[in-house]
């Protein structure tokens, strides 16, 4: 059973025009991820919620905004996108930071941005 | 400098052989390692995490030097379905926040 979905799997948008990306989850885990991540490119952290607690990577651009309504839902709104916005976005949950533990990352299949 | 740093290869290697990976990072403060497998246009997904002890899990050994400040894949009796780009992944953290990074990947080809 998938545990981190991630909505849509192809998305299709114009220059400019905002767009969401959904991801959820079923593992109740506190932090959720979201990454950027451009052809033959390491994935590039963008955000991170801890439960509510926002944390924004500081050269992540303002076009890229996120919200956590609850434990199982956060989104991405990319406000403006440009070209250079199209990649691959992931998503990704842990139990609690990863930073100080050794808890892992379960990642979502990711949502193929394209930028007409 | 890059504060992870991988070979981006690729690796051709035929089935059978014994391929190795290394990964370096540049912040002491380093906490915790993984090797993550992405196969082509799919999320990245855990393979195994790396201790200090060095770890194996079936055909795949993950080592770990504080010191010189690398972690190593060791892959033995190569398969096909191995192809794929190994991500090394490095955290650390503090009150202050944390960090997890992503190196690029090291891609492999096993060819029969």
């Known amino acids: 059973d998938a545990m981190v979905i991630q909505n849509p799997r192809y998305q299709v948008t114009q220059f400019g025009k905002p767009v969401t990306l959904s991801c959820s989850q079923t593992?109740?885990?506190?932090?959720m991820y979201w990454y950027q991540q451009k052809s033959s490119q390491a994935p590039k952290l963008l955000f991170h919620y801890y439960d509510k607690d926002f944390n924004n990577e500081a050269d992540t651009p303002d076009n890229f905004q996120s919200r956590r309504p609850n434990t199982s839902f956060c989104f991405l709104d990319i406000r403006s996108p440009g070209l250079g916005d199209a990649a691959m976005y992931l998503c990704?949950?842990?139990?609690?930071?990863?930073?100080?533990?050794?808890?892992?990352?379960?990642f979502g299949p990711g949502t193929r941005l394209t930028v007409l | 400098r890059k504060e992870v740093e991988q070979d981006p290869g690729p690796f051709n290697v035929p089935e059978g052989a014994t391929v190795a990976f290394n990964c370096t990072y540049s912040?002491?403060?380093?906490?915790?390692f993984f090797w993550y497998r992405q196969d082509c246009r799919k999320e990245p997904k855990l393979l195994m995490s790396?201790?200090?002890s060095g770890n194996e899990d079936g055909r795949f050994t993950a080592q770990l030097n504080r010191a010189s400040q690398y972690i190593s894949l060791l892959i033995r009796d190569s398969k096909l379905s191995d192809s794929a780009t190994y991500l090394c992944?490095?955290?650390?953290?503090?009150?202050?926040?944390?960090?997890?990074?992503f190196g690029a990947g090291t891609r492999l080809f096993v060819k029969a």
């Open positions: 992944v490095v955290n650390f953290g503090n009150t202050g926040g944390f960090k997890t990074i």
């Open positions: 790396v201790y200090s």
């Open positions: 593992l109740n885990h506190n932090v």
């Open positions: 990704a949950t842990s139990r609690d930071r990863t930073g100080a533990s050794t808890d892992t990352q379960y």
């Open positions: 912040n002491s403060a380093s906490q915790s």
